[in-house]
């Protein structure tokens, strides 16, 4: 018995320090590209023409290039989480608020490298829209995502080639 355990305490050294070789090439060096966010608080306006609610234009408090990504939520309150601590909740947008009768409203929003502005959408007559609930006082959260546009954009022929698959290859669905 304590040749066996001798032996397997002689195998597990030779084993962890026999795993060391010639160290690889050095990598780049990492860098934190971290998403900046920034909370806006918006008074919607009605627009007769377009029949919504828009905001003004919100410019970036920070640089923000073409490729980037933008996302926006909007504040719904706060939530218990236990142990009588609080968290803020924040909806994607778009997002949708369905009333009994049938109608719907929506935020969404637009943005440009320079800008973004808030809109409320709907299936009725926005100007019978009367709550300030819904158009005043609304916090909003942007974050913007560091991104880079793809370097190519394949054809199907040309994916198809450097997976080496033939089109026959391809199940096709009949729907």
Not at 81 to 91: H, L
Not at 112 to 127: A, P
Not at 136 to 164: D, G, H, W
């Amino acid at each position: 018995m304590k040749n066996i355990l001798l032996f397997l305490a002689l195998s597990t050294t030779v084993l962890f320090t026999s795993c060391e070789g010639d160290p690889g090439p050095p990598g780049l060096d990492g860098s934190a590209l971290l998403g900046q966010v920034f909370e806006t608080t918006v008074n919607f306006q009605y627009n007769s023409d377009t029949n919504n609610f828009s905001s003004s234009y919100i410019a970036f408090p920070f640089t923000v290039y073409e490729s980037d990504v933008v996302l926006m939520y909007r504040y719904e309150g706060q939530a218990d989480i236990g142990g009588g601590q609080t968290a803020d909740v924040w909806s994607p947008l778009p997002q949708n608020i369905f009333y009994n009768n049938g109608d719907i409203l929506q935020y969404i929003f637009t943005n440009t490298f320079v800008d973004v502005q808030m809109l409320i959408e709907g299936n009725f007559d926005l100007s019978t829209l009367n709550d300030p609930t819904v158009t005043n006082n609304q916090i909003f959260r942007v974050a913007v995502v560091p991104a880079e546009f793809a370097k190519t954009n394949p054809s199907m022929k040309q994916v198809l080639e450097m997976m080496q698959v033939d089109s026959s290859q391809i199940e096709k669905i009949e729907l």
